[in-house]
């Protein structure tokens, strides 16, 4: 009996001596976690001022958004900007009890063990919102663990540094705060899409207050697995998933049945409006802007021309806009990041007006001057090319090519100059730009340059007169294929536009319209020659005295 009862004793030693150690080894483990022994973990400046890469975002002249600068297409929303329907739908779905616990469900975890582990069923997850929060601020970094403990402990202490990070951020913020937070950080696909303003524009065109039950059920749906679930590319599965989001609001008092199956009723159908500098209104204009506010103070010796760099230090004289990031750092000193720091930059662009103006060059150039063109060159030898060489055409042929990506891939990886013609001599398939989208063909690299020279471009530029606002900006018809900006890189004569400035300062010197003078040539001695302005046809009032007005009604070179 005695023996019995000395073995008993020391099961329970033993058996209370494993509960310790546990209890102490869990203890430990939280500590060193906490104080980042075991890898990174978040301050708590971190955790109140956490660093997420934001998109800059453009707007029109009545407040309208024009696109974004990115890495990630992210934008900040307060908890008033979300549709009741969608915060509802995130809880029912992800975090039933999530009113009820500071960050740990441990009735879910339960759960999950007893169905997955014990019973071999599908559980779900057991991650609250604040976990998946956790997460999303704090990416995991495993390597570190897998080196040092091994697959099963590595895991369980990635585990618990999202349960610690999640208790810490219930204690920072409110419930609300936080559902905010987890929206505005969760992916919904790539990083063109991530938090809901961007998810919310991207698939239905609006904003999150705005968002139908029945959308939001889908966005909602769309976070167990984005792609699997996206509304454009698997609207089939996206349903299914929204039937699933609506049985959980139900199930948990958030949704009627009858308005469930009247809503389950309506087909799925979403856009696909993804931000991005290929896509969108007003790329050229985007890439001036971009380009302008990142601009460097100008240092002679980085110019090939006194021209450009006269020009460029003007502009940092006398224009705001250019250079404004180097001109305006943040407090600390360091300068801002148009990608990442949710800049709001205001334009004078008209929304309509740009729509417009890309819509009738698009018909113009596709349907008037490109059909005649192709009909011009037909057949001809030196086409699209007119009134030059061949040897003129081999020499714009060249520098074309020298020009191209490919070229410059090739010579970088020292292959001979020889080589990499015949390389763009041969034929393979490729992807070329017509007026009626894109058509996969077989062509060489020197055939694809020498069709895109047939194409006919242009820029547009619309301003206000009163205020010089610009109000439409279209610097060529297809900004993926022809990324040159015609409306501030271009070089034109500016032909007779010049006129009414020539006789405006003529008569800011006194000279009347009314005044007569002989209609006879002028010549004008130049540096090396003289200049006589022709004028065709003759015209019978040559040698004759007409007024200025006439002149400048009759555009007349004289």
Not at 176 to 196: C, H, K, Q, R
Not at 307 to 327: H, N, P, Q, V
Not at 428 to 434: K, P, R, S, Y
């Amino acid at each position: 009996m005695q023996q019995k009862a000395e073995k008993n004793t020391r099961y329970l030693i033993i058996l209370w001596s494993i509960y310790g150690a546990a209890i102490i080894f869990v203890i430990l483990l939280f500590s060193l976690i906490a104080k980042g022994k075991l890898g990174f973990m978040p301050t708590f400046e971190e955790l109140e001022n956490p660093q997420t890469n934001l998109a800059s975002e453009i707007y029109t002249d009545n407040g309208e958004l024009l696109d974004k600068f990115f890495v990630e297409n992210r934008t900040l929303i307060d908890y008033e900007d979300l549709s009741p329907y969608l915060v509802d739908a995130l809880v029912a779905t992800e975090d039933a009890r999530y009113y009820k616990h500071s960050g740990i469900d441990f009735r879910s975890l339960l759960r999950v063990f007893v169905r997955s582990l014990i019973l071999q069923q599908d559980a779900g997850g057991g991650s609250t919102i604040s976990q998946q929060l956790a997460k999303n601020l704090f990416p995991r970094d495993t390597s570190y663990y897998k080196t040092m403990l091994g697959d099963a402990a590595h895991m369980a202490t990635v585990k618990f540094k999202e349960w610690n990070t999640a208790v810490r951020l219930e204690r920072s913020y409110t419930k609300n705060e936080i559902l905010t937070m987890y929206l505005n950080t969760v992916p919904f696909g790539s990083d063109a899409v991530i938090g809901i303003k961007s998810a919310s524009r991207t698939f239905f065109d609006t904003s999150p207050d705005s968002l139908k039950l029945e959308e939001a059920a889908v966005l909602v749906g769309m976070l167990k697995a984005p792609t699997y679930y996206n509304p454009y590319r698997n609207p089939e599965n996206a349903e299914r998933r929204r039937a699933t989001v609506f049985n959980q609001m139900i199930k948990y008092g958030y949704l009627d049945q009858g308005i469930a199956d009247s809503v389950n009723q309506i087909p799925v159908t979403a856009f696909y409006n993804v931000s991005g500098h290929m896509e969108g209104n007003a790329n050229h204009f985007r890439t001036f802007l971009r380009i302008s506010m990142g601009a460097d103070f100008p240092v002679r010796e980085d110019y090939r021309s006194d021209e450009s760099y006269y020009r460029d230090s003007l502009r940092w004289a006398t224009d705001a806009l250019y250079g404004w990031i180097a001109k305006n750092p943040r407090p600390d000193g360091s300068s801002y990041d148009i990608y990442r720091d949710g800049l709001k930059i205001y334009t004078t662009l008209n929304m309509k007006m740009q729509q417009y103006a890309e819509e009738a060059m698009i018909n113009h150039l596709k349907n008037d001057l490109q059909p005649a063109f192709f009909r011009e060159k037909k057949g001809r030898t030196l086409a699209p090319f007119e009134g030059i060489t061949r040897q003129e055409v081999d020499d714009i042929m060249m520098r074309a090519i020298r020009q191209s990506e490919r070229y410059k891939k090739l010579r970088a990886r020292k292959m001979p100059e020889d080589s990499i013609m015949m390389a763009f001599k041969e034929k393979h398939e490729t992807q070329i730009f017509t007026w009626n989208g894109v058509v996969d063909t077989v062509m060489s690299s020197y055939d694809s340059i020498r069709y895109l020279k047939y194409i006919f471009r242009s820029g547009f530029m619309a301003m206000e007169p009163w205020t010089g606002h610009v109000k439409a900006y279209v610097g060529d018809h297809n900004y993926r294929y022809f990324q040159y900006d015609h409306v501030t890189q271009g070089r034109r004569q500016v032909g007779s536009t010049v006129k009414p400035f020539l006789y405006l300062l003529a008569m800011d010197e006194g000279v009347s319209p009314c005044k007569r003078i002989p209609l006879v040539a002028t010549s004008f001695p130049t540096a090396d020659s003289v200049y006589t302005p022709r004028a065709t046809p003759p015209n019978p009032h040559a040698g004759k005295y007409v007024t200025l007005k006439w002149g400048l009604a009759n555009s007349h070179n004289w």
